[in-house]
């Protein structure tokens, strides 16, 4: 049987689609940049200054990862192209057979580069800051936190990036109050922006000898780490900086002295902090630098006009304003409420596979900016 016109015509839209983006990703600008870029890194005296060397790594790595992305794809449906234009008339099943595949292969690739190009934000490449904070329940939503922390360990760990907690508050009973993780890799930022709000448990309670169901809250944030931000003068007036005894795991250096730093920008209230270093003076320099980043997002919020757009989903921690439920009593489901996006199987995502509901929440996004 000839190979199927459908596949030849899906295969030539995906190569014509390709070359729309390759106009849209400024691709031969970014390969000049590239290769500026690799021009500063070989003058002398660059590796000097630590911090610049590190930003302009951290670009290049950036360009040339989406310069890659196109180029490799883009030479597959080539090579595919010209298998098919080799074999035509010849009637080999075994060849039209492996060239059919080969397209359908392609076609989840393109799905998968197109899914990427939602991550067009100025922040989505980079790594990023996550915090989770219990809600309304008591010890039921600081469990519900633990779970939550646990399923975005096991995303990280699923994807390859390196997370590392930088301040934890236990509960008083069980899981925990609030946790801040520091998550490294490309498009953490872009991908993990779909979980910020709240998040809402229905099960029955672990800690109720009556077994009644229970309702919990917990709120989830994510802060971008920015590859390069401008020195932010901070007047010391306006910053509280208290210290208290670190309650997580860390070595013996942690629960012996006040060691951990929490530092508060009095007029806008933002909060960093962090316990995770082996002392006061590390964990004050690192919360400061989160702080910075904090504060320079939400200047960066204010001049795009877009920080209710970006926040209207971060709300009290209450009853009404979930983006998900997870519902595991009486049936089993979890719930996107912004996209409507759901699933039955309810441990694969409290394992930390999250893609489906990530990708339903850009595709939604991308649509609404049309």
Not at 51 to 59: D, N, Q, R, T
Not at 112 to 136: K, T, V
Not at 221 to 235: A, G, K, M, V
Request: aromatic share 6%; hydrophobic share 35%.
């Amino acid at each position: 049987m000839p190979l199927e016109v459908e596949k030849i015509s899906n295969l030539d839209n995906i190569a014509k689609r390709m070359q729309e983006y390759r106009v849209a990703i400024l691709l031969d600008e970014k390969k000049k940049e590239k290769d500026n870029l690799q021009n500063q890194m070989n003058t002398e005296g660059f590796w000097d200054d630590q911090e610049k060397s590190k930003v302009v790594v951290g670009k290049l790595k950036s360009i040339k990862a989406e310069i890659d992305g196109w180029e490799n794809l883009h030479n597959e449906i080539q090579n595919c192209i010209e298998m098919i234009e080799l074999s035509a008339g010849e009637n080999d099943k075994d060849v039209e057979s492996e060239i059919a595949k080969e397209i359908t292969s392609l076609q989840k690739k393109f799905e998968n580069y197109e899914l990427s190009m939602l991550l067009s934000g100025p922040n989505d490449h980079g790594s990023g800051i996550l915090e989770i904070h219990a809600g309304a329940g008591g010890t039921e939503s600081c469990d519900w936190a633990n779970m939550l922390l646990r399923m975005y360990l096991r995303y990280a760990e699923r994807n390859g990036f390196r997370a590392e907690i930088l301040d934890i508050s236990n509960g008083e009973e069980a899981g925990i109050k609030s946790v801040s993780v520091e998550i490294i890799g490309n498009y953490v930022y872009g991908n993990l922006k779909a979980e910020m709000g709240v998040h809402r448990l229905v099960r029955i309670s672990p800690f109720d000898a009556n077994k009644k169901r229970h309702t919990s809250f917990a709120s989830v944030d994510i802060t971008p780490i920015f590859d390069e931000i401008p020195d932010i003068e901070l007047n010391p007036a306006e910053l509280k900086i208290d210290t208290y005894r670190a309650s997580g795991a860390g070595g013996q250096h942690v629960n012996t002295t006040d060691s951990a730093v929490r530092i508060t920008h009095i007029p806008t209230g933002t909060i960093a902090q962090c316990q995770n270093q082996r002392s006061q003076h590390k964990n004050k320099d690192k919360a400061m630098d989160i702080l910075k980043q904090k504060l320079y997002l939400l200047e960066e919020e204010k001049r795009r006009k877009e920080t209710q757009k970006s926040y209207d989903d971060k709300t009290d921690n209450g009853w009404g304003n979930q983006i998900r439920s997870y519902v595991l009593h009486p049936y089993q489901m979890i719930k996107d409420h912004r996209t409507n996006f759901e699933v039955g199987n309810v441990e694969p995502v409290l394992d930390g596979s999250l893609d489906g509901f990530i990708e339903a929440y850009l595709r939604l996004k991308a649509n609404q900016t049309k």
